[in-house]
Structures are given as structure tokens and as C-alpha cells.
């Protein structure tokens, strides 16, 4: 059975610090990897997508990186803004089915 | 491009009242899927359906029923709400079950 762990399951950083959160799964034969945010009280926003042949996805500030045979990703926020906090959820895709780890809970203050 | 719609936001129900959740996307997308959340337990997938006609069990299936009613909708039926049930759902779709998924912006249920 798949499990998904998120490390650190809290985080609080001062602004403008570069920070990685980390997501490990046991089985390695996924499809793809989804990193979300969700803020408290609202829905999932897709942050990047990372298919099973790719070893990483960069938007603007974000870069997340999969190494499927260690079973580990990694998203890496760099110049970290108040704007940032907010839960992140790593998830890996197997067959018809996304499993969630239980998140990282970000609090970057000024 | 309103995506994947889920109604109602917020419900309250006494114990042993049913009620549905409905969802609607617009993206043409074939599979469909529902989650529940709680606090320290993550999204826990109640059920889906990877194409139009077809519904299948996921991790949390017991207490619940689905409906694919098209492509476009797919609806989830609590028969006998019970307190367990207290949660958010979230519905969410996919092209296919190997492509990234799209979420609702959920459904606050409380069963008191």
C-alpha cells in the first residue's frame, strides 16, 4: 500500500529565506507527483506537476524535484514571502488514484 | 472557466438525515473523483470514477454512495449521515487518473 510522508509537518521561516519541504512515498512505481497549497478554509491550487519521467518542474519561485528510486520530492520555495504561508500537500498518482500526504503547515513572518 | 464546481459550500445535518454533495467540471475531463479531509488525517479518497459509467471504491467508501450522472457530474449520497461523517469533501477531476488532478473548493459538513 502506498504512504505518502510530508517532513516537516510545521515550519515557520522569516521572510526571504529559501526553504525546502520534503515528501517521501514507498512504492516507486507512481504516474506523477502533485505538490498543492491550500490556504485555511479553502480548497487545493496546483502548484506543479511532475510526470513519472521527469526529474523536476520549475514556476517563478517554486522547483519541485522527483527522484523516483529513493521515493522522495522535494519543493523548493526560494526568497520566501509572508504570502507563502499556508498548508503545502505533496500527493503521488498511482493507476486511478492521488495519495496525500498529510502536509506541511508554512508560516513565514516578516 | 469555472472548473470543477461542488455545491452546497456549507451543511449542517442531524444524525440520520441523507443528503447529496453535487459536483460539475467543465474541463471535459474523464475521471472524477470525491475526498474527505480531517485534521491529521489528511485527503483520504472516498470514492471515483475513472470514466463516465464506471464507480469505484476508494480508501473510505463505507456510509457512502455515488452517482456518475454524465461526463460532466458526479454526485455523492450520504444515506445516514452519522457524526463520523463530519468532515470536508472535495471533489476534484482528471483528464485520466495519470494526469494532474483539478479540486473543488469544497464542502464543510457538520453532523450533529
Known amino acids: 500500500k502506498q504512504e505518502v510522508t510530508q517532513i516537516p509537518a510545521a515550519l515557520s521561516v522569516p521572510e526571504g529565506e529559501n526553504l525546502v519541504l520534503n515528501c517521501s512515498f514507498t512504492?516507486?512505481?507512481?504516474?506523477?507527483l502533485q505538490w498543492f497549497r491550500q490556504d485555511p478554509g479553502k480548497g487545493l491550487t496546483s502548484l506543479l506537476l511532475?510526470?513519472?519521467?521527469?526529474r523536476e518542474q520549475t514556476s517563478g519561485r517554486l522547483n519541485a524535484s522527483l527522484d523516483k528510486s529513493s521515493g522522495r520530492s522535494t519543493l523548493y520555495i526560494a526568497a520566501s514571502q509572508p504570502g507563502d504561508s499556508a498548508t503545502y500537500l505533496c500527493a503521488v498518482g498511482n493507476t486511478d488514484k492521488l495519495i496525500f500526504g498529510t502536509g506541511t503547515r508554512l508560516q513565514v513572518f516578516p | 472557466n469555472a472548473g470543477v464546481t461542488q455545491t452546497p459550500k456549507f451543511q449542517v445535518l442531524k444524525t440520520g438525515q441523507s443528503m447529496t454533495l453535487q459536483c460539475a467540471q467543465d474541463m471535459n475531463h474523464n475521471s472524477m473523483y470525491w475526498y474527505r479531509q480531517d485534521p491529521g488525517m489528511g485527503l483520504r479518497l472516498i470514492y471515483y470514477s475513472a470514466s463516465e459509467g464506471t464507480t469505484d471504491k476508494g480508501e473510505v467508501p463505507n456510509g457512502y454512495n455515488v452517482s456518475r450522472l454524465n461526463k460532466r457530474e458526479f454526485s455523492l449520497r450520504l444515506e445516514s449521515a452519522a457524526p463520523s461523517q463530519t468532515s470536508v469533501y472535495f471533489c476534484?477531476?482528471?483528464?485520466?487518473?495519470?494526469?494532474?488532478?483539478?479540486f473543488g473548493s469544497g464542502t464543510r459538513l457538520t453532523v450533529v
Open positions: 512504492d516507486s512505481a507512481i504516474y506523477n
Open positions: 511532475i510526470q513519472s519521467s521527469q
Open positions: 476534484a477531476s482528471s483528464v485520466q487518473g495519470d494526469h494532474g488532478y483539478t
